[in-house]
């Protein structure tokens, strides 16, 4: 990074992270303290066991800037965002197989601890900006007149489109069609920070996470997401991988590293005022394709086919336009490379293997 970058903007300022402590989050402080930030967490630290904050994502709990509490607390929301330059929103219920088992939760963390953040944000006279965490799950499986240009496509490619055979790419004006619980409460919460943000005047930008991996990303019980995790963890003890619906599904997989540079670069570009943006590589994988990278790296591994679960998304990747033009800039760690990274950091993190996998995958 070159000293002319837009974060030397960030120096000297306080933003409050809300997720702080969660795989994301940590990063996005991490990057902030290495530009001369003071990084602010609100975070509950209950998305993982306790040791996985401390010993696997290296958070210090006895740090008085991580602050242990829920984005729901109004008094706690408002005294930390009256206190802060900026505000990065990524607290969330954001276990998309989580959300559609509970869905008063996901709505109870994603809907009413959005407006929780977005009313103490508009009531704030010092926040020059609020970044709303999102996802590509908006998107849902997209529309094929939307995500195929009508003008390259024969009548053949288009029934392949229809039935997900050619992989959508997602651009930013899409409509958005969630196929999850999780993915509606991104996309109100967009609506809602348009809407809140805009009457009174704050700046804000909207990002749109594709799927996000990379070290030291800790799988979740009961989980379907974060397939890179998942793979490498059974793989690395001789457990079969689940291709869930036969694995055409197509992600656009972004290594941590770039969603918090990506997401620090909308929090601070002048161009990002307002604006939405994908955060995501342009490159669509199959997880079919993701599972044989990871399988380069545990020669032998078995393969099982399973079925699609609720609100697994058929997918697609990301129009990467807006945010060169807005943000100056794209993702830097392609995937082979990020896979490789987290390989090697799984084989030397022995705690990062959840002592649960074990058991409950050995039955599948
Ligand atoms: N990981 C992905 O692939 C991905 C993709 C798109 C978007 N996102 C979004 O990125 C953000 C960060 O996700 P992550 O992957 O780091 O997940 P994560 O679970 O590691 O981090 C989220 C953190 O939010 C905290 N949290 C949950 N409810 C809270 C509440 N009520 N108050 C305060 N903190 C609370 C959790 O304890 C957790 O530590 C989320 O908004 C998620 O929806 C993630």
Redesign the pocket.
């Known amino acids: 990074m070159s000293d002319r970058s837009p974060l030397a903007a960030l120096a000297g300022s306080t933003v409050l992270v809300?997720?702080?402590?969660?795989?994301?989050?940590?990063?996005i402080t991490a990057r902030l303290r290495e530009l001369g930030a003071r990084p602010v967490s609100?975070?509950?630290?209950?998305?993982?066991p306790e040791h996985v904050?401390t010993d696997v994502?290296g958070v210090d709990v006895t740090d008085p800037d991580v602050v242990a509490?829920?984005?729901?607390?109004t008094a706690l929301v408002r005294k930390l965002v009256a206190e802060s330059d900026y505000v990065v929103?990524?607290?969330?219920?954001?276990?998309v197989a989580a959300c559609t088992r509970e869905p008063l939760a996901a709505i109870?963390?994603?809907i009413a601890?959005t407006q929780t953040v977005l009313d103490a944000v508009a009531a704030s006279d010092r926040v020059r900006r609020m970044v709303f965490?999102?996802?590509?799950?908006v998107y849902g499986d997209g529309t094929p007149e939307e995500t195929h240009s009508q003008d390259l496509l024969t009548m053949r490619q288009l029934l392949e489109a229809v039935h997900g055979r050619i992989p959508p790419q997602f651009h930013e004006g899409h409509s958005l069609r969630p196929v999850s619980v999780?993915g509606n409460t991104?996309a109100w919460g967009e609506e809602q920070t348009r809407v809140v943000l805009g009457q009174v005047g704050v700046s804000y930008a909207i990002v749109?996470?594709?799927?996000?991996?990379g070290e030291p990303?800790?799988v979740?019980p009961n989980s379907h997401?974060?397939v890179v995790a998942w793979f490498a963890a059974r793989a690395a003890q001789g457990l079969p991988l689940h291709l869930n619906g036969g694995g055409r599904q197509v992600r656009d997989l972004?290594h941590?590293d770039d969603?918090a540079e990506g997401t620090l670069r909308a929090l601070c570009s002048p161009r990002a005022h307002t604006e939405t943006v994908n955060i995501g590589t342009g490159v669509a994988t199959s997880i079919r394709d993701v599972a044989d990278l990871v399988r380069s790296h545990f020669p032998g591994t078995a393969l099982l086919e399973t079925p699609l679960p609720a609100g697994d998304p058929l997918g697609g990747y990301a129009s990467v336009r807006r945010m060169e033009n807005i943000l100056g800039w794209r993702p830097q760690v392609p995937l082979p490379d990020g896979v490789g990274r987290y390989v090697r950091w799984l084989r030397g993190t022995p705690q990062a293997a959840p002592a649960w996998l074990n058991e409950t995958a050995a039955a599948g």
């Open positions: 809300t997720g702080g402590a969660g795989l994301i989050g940590s990063r609100l975070c509950t630290m209950n998305a993982y904050y994502f509490g829920d984005i729901r607390d929103h990524a607290a969330a219920l954001a276990d109870d963390v994603n601890g965490v999102s996802s590509a799950s999780y991104k749109r996470y594709f799927s996000v991996y990303q800790t979740k997401s974060w972004t941590v969603i």
